[in-house]
């Protein structure tokens, strides 16, 4: 028997573009000092990241060779990455070869470093009400004349869209490096264009330029509406202020929601007209009557996924809002200067009302993958016995 321990070194969040290593560690757990104690061997081992689309038959009309539920093979001892998954597999990288014929005395471990960059043209981790897409990194290993064996350690990716240049550039060679430090300046390499991604980001959505705007019905002006920017990080928080005092009409509640808006491609769609599938993200509700000013701060989750386009799917991000106003004036309650006893204010009994509502679209982008793992469902850690 050999363990097998695969553990992504930084962690199990990913921009797309950036490195992946990963430590591979074979052992024969058997003590030396048992009796029946015995050397194991095994033929090779393989490594490669692949990524899984599976989408939902009732909402997505995909054609029969896209949709199928399963890989099979003629043989087990066909290396297939994805085998037994669901759905397909839209995107690998190619395997690359930890070692072949190695043998493990009792007691005796042995590991190996497997890296390789994440697809940068890949679609992001997202599994939503109609598709689903899901990283792994597979590591195959087989014994001689035995079927493969299979470790998958799932994985995050997040993705940044409609940026005018990628996130981590390839540099040319202009010059004979030295094959020594080969693997440190490749290292260094990754970590500077990891934070020049992470400026990128900090950048993109620091700008401030406050966004004015009315909230009307058909009865007349209810509020000034603010909000100093539509571009928000993974971990930020949404701030919005209300400005009562310059409404015609009283608003006697609001309520703010962030929502992500799910919409399959037409002709993927499964019924003509599908709307999309919105879920919410976050809420807040504020009972406002005789209020001057108000606020919001909604917080972005460090576990959604950002904006984004396929072929298929569209994730569009969005602040929904909700208004219940009077449809008469409201009599502000009269506290007299001179009043010797408490006094207590009643409310009128029936308010007749409108209600309506309002989309602001907003930009939700990635965020430090080492902060977006304290969130994460993954360990980026996994292993099997063989």
């Not at 991604?197 to 966004?211: E, G, I, K, Y």
């Not at 202020?241 to 409404?247: K, P, Q």
């Not at 019924?271 to 509700?285: I, L, N, S, W």
């Not at 569209?314 to 009269?334: D, G, Q």
Request: hydrophobic share 35%; proline share 8%; net charge negative.
């Amino acid at each position: 028997m050999i363990e097998v321990v695969a553990s992504i070194a930084r962690g199990p969040v990913f921009l797309a573009g950036e490195l992946m290593e990963c430590l591979v560690t074979f052992r024969n757990p058997m003590s030396h000092l048992s009796t029946s104690a015995t050397s194991e061997m095994l033929a090779w081992a393989s490594a490669q990241i692949h990524c899984q689309f599976h989408a939902s038959e009732s909402k997505v009309n995909l054609p029969s060779r896209v949709n199928k539920q399963d890989v099979q093979a003629g043989s087990d001892t066909v290396l297939i990455p994805n085998r037994g998954e669901r759905g397909q597999c839209v995107l690998d990288t190619p395997p690359k070869i930890l070692f072949c014929d190695l043998r493990l005395d009792p007691g005796e471990s042995k590991t190996y470093s497997y890296s390789e960059s994440v697809p940068a043209d890949g679609p992001p981790s997202f599994r939503g009400q109609s598709v689903k897409y899901v990283y792994k990194l597979t590591i195959g290993c087989q014994r001689v004349n035995s079927p493969i064996k299979l470790l998958r350690v799932p994985f995050r990716v997040l993705v940044l869209q409609g940026t005018p240049e990628p996130f981590f550039p390839q540099d040319e060679e202009v010059s004979p490096s030295n094959p020594f430090l080969e693997e440190e300046e490749a290292s260094r390499r990754d970590a500077l264009n990891l934070e020049r991604a992470l400026d990128m980001l900090t950048v993109s959505t620091s700008r401030r330029c406050p966004h004015v705007y009315n909230i009307t019905n058909v009865r007349g002006k209810v509020a000034k509406f603010c909000i100093f920017k539509t571009l928000y990080r993974l971990g930020e928080d949404i701030v919005g202020t209300f400005n009562f005092s310059d409404g015609d009409i009283p608003c006697l509640q609001y309520s703010v929601s962030l929502q992500s808006e799910e919409e399959i491609a037409r002709e993927y769609r499964r019924r003509p007209g599908q709307p999309p599938a919105v879920t919410g993200h976050g809420r807040q509700m504020e009972s406002c009557l005789h209020t001057a000013s108000s606020h919001f701060s909604i917080p972005v989750p460090l576990n959604v996924t950002p904006g984004f386009g396929t072929d298929v799917a569209t994730l569009r991000w969005r602040l929904h809002f909700e208004f219940v106003t009077a449809r008469e004036p409201a009599e502000p309650p009269v506290v007299l200067q001179d009043e010797s006893k408490a006094t207590v204010w009643s409310g009128a009994e029936t308010v007749e009302v409108d209600t309506f509502s309002w989309d602001l679209a907003i930009k939700i982008l990635p965020t430090n993958p080492a902060l977006a793992s304290y969130e994460s469902q993954f360990t980026g850690s996994n292993r099997i016995q063989i």
